[in-house]
């Protein structure tokens, strides 16, 4: 269960708050929600088989073997559910494969071992409050091996469904200006244990494995120097958890504004993309600056100061927010530019 959210102040605590500057650089002040999208509401559950086809039946056809699952399902950041601009990219991606539902599931300012927990592939390890279930009663997390739901950014309230020693139980994180906190809820009444980490086995994980899925990790990775093994270690892990025959694609790093050829974030960046190239060679969907006939396909004219952009080997700022604070993202136009990419990718790979 993905859940509805509303924007709300940000976290005022040594631990969690960022100044409104490091809020734009690091997470959207566009989207400060978890988005759940299907475009064809209603079917999600009807469409995904207990059992996946070959990579060769991309129609279902029911001679050829079982119908495989059609949803494609974003997993990210801000960056997937579209901030900087007004929807996620996967709306737009989703236009293009009509009848497939769509699935976008994104926490502002999230790093990527998070995302893999609420897409399943790094599990989910919780400890509470008298170890035990006390009936029906609400029970407080103690420990968890990631904050899987935290953001620096606001005190919305996020949920999720799950399992937990076999017990039916929804998750929550709640956030105030002192801090956060998590909580289990059973769905009926239980007094069994609650070993130290248990697994919190989480629905939507388990529901979307059989998914296409389309996995953007690590923006918020970048400022740290084991941003690298942090953000293969977490995409490695995802693509291990997807059922077989595994469909997936990876999305590069998103250059920011500043992160010009020449800079150090520059390199940094360029050095995870060439490693993401090589590690997942045609699943990988590179974040190179647009090319003109990509340009021309959006009928987007480049002004001089895109041009100039282009030249540094980044995005142009005609596909940047206009609130220059925030840059980190880009705007429809930029997300129109990445989602012909990962359709092409899709068609190519008979997704």
């Not at 650089?25 to 566009?30: K, N, P, T, V």
């Not at 073997?65 to 949803?71: E, F, L, N, V």
């Not at 206009?322 to 880009?330: A, L």
Request: aromatic share 6%; proline share 5%.
């Amino acid at each position: 269960m993905l859940d509805d959210q509303e924007s709300t102040p940000k976290i005022n605590n040594s631990k969690t708050a960022l100044s409104r500057r490091r809020f734009f650089h690091h997470s959207g002040a566009a989207l400060l929600a978890t988005t759940f999208l299907t475009s064809c509401e209603g079917l999600l559950d009807d469409i995904l088989p207990k059992k996946n086809g070959s990579e060769n039946e991309a129609s279902g056809d029911e001679e050829s073997g079982p119908k495989r699952d059609q949803t494609l399902a974003f997993f990210g950041d801000s960056l997937t559910i579209g901030a900087g601009g007004s929807r996620p990219y996967g709306d737009i991606v989703g236009a293009a494969f009509p009848g497939r539902p769509v699935v976008s599931d994104g926490i502002v300012g999230q790093i990527a071992m998070s995302i893999a927990i609420r897409q399943g592939g790094t599990p989910l390890k919780i400890s509470v409050e008298g170890g035990k279930f006390d009936g029906a009663k609400e029970l407080k997390v103690t420990k968890l091996n990631n904050e899987f739901l935290s953001t620096p950014i606001n005190y919305t309230t996020y949920s999720r469904t799950g399992t937990v020693v076999g017990v039916k139980c929804t998750i929550t994180r709640k956030a105030n200006d002192t801090g956060e906190s998590y909580t289990i809820k059973p769905d009926a009444e239980s007094t069994l244990a609650i070993p130290e980490d248990s697994i919190f086995e989480l629905d939507d994980a388990l529901r979307l494995k059989t998914a296409t899925q389309i996995l953007w990790y690590g923006r918020n990775n970048i400022t740290k120097g084991t941003a690298q093994d942090e953000i293969l270690t977490a995409l490695d892990d995802s693509i291990a958890f997807i059922e077989d025959p595994k469909r997936y694609l990876v999305v590069g790093m998103l250059q920011a504004r500043p992160e010009n050829k020449g800079t150090d974030r520059y390199n940094q960046v360029i050095s995870i993309n060439e490693k993401l190239e090589s590690r997942y060679g045609s699943k990988y969907v590179p974040m190179t600056p647009p090319t003109a006939d990509e340009m021309a396909a959006i009928n987007y004219t480049p002004t001089e100061q895109d041009l100039a952009d282009i030249e540094n080997m980044n995005f142009p700022t005609g596909m940047r927010p206009d609130d220059r604070s925030d840059e980190i993202h880009i705007n429809d136009k930029g997300y129109q530019i990445v989602a012909n990419r990962v359709i092409a990718k899709l068609k190519e790979l008979k997704y």
